[in-house]
């Protein structure tokens, strides 16, 4: 099972920008989605944010929430960049990266996959 390890969260003021980062390990196969949700301390569930699907390295197919969420991979590092920009206080939640071997679904529940998180605080 593939193991996944997220980074980069942090304290950032509204307007700022953040990167984030899924480090994946273990046996990866050619087709693979990984996708990033968040969780707000106020809700009780895992929210869609961006996703991308690589075929042999090569970015197939790509969903975001808003634009200003991009998803990016660094296919040497096995890492999956989520960028955010002009960031809001209601961004504010723990961001998650999970993965699965199908096409991109934007429901947390077809995800089994799951990294343990990190927090992202955006100030006002």
């Known amino acids: 099972q593939v193991q996944l390890a997220e980074s980069g969260g942090g304290l950032v003021q509204a307007g700022g920008s953040l990167r984030l980062s899924c480090v994946a390990s273990?046996?990866?196969?050619?087709?693979?989605?990984v996708a990033w949700f968040r969780q707000a301390p106020t809700r009780n569930e895992r929210e869609f944010v961006a996703?991308?699907?690589?075929?042999?390295?090569?970015?197939y197919g790509v969903q975001s929430k808003e634009g200003r969420f991009r998803i990016s991979r660094d296919n040497a590092k096995n890492t999956v960049y989520l960028e955010m920009d002009s960031l809001k206080p209601e961004d504010t939640a723990v961001y998650y990266c999970?993965?699965?071997?199908?096409?991109?679904?934007?429901?947390?529940?077809?995800?089994?996959?799951w990294g343990q998180g990190t927090q992202v605080t955006v100030s006002p």
């Open positions: 999970a993965s699965s071997y199908s096409i991109i679904r934007r429901s947390a529940g077809e995800y089994t996959n």
């Open positions: 996703a991308g699907t690589w075929t042999r390295g090569i970015l």
């Open positions: 273990g046996p990866i196969l050619t087709r693979h989605t």
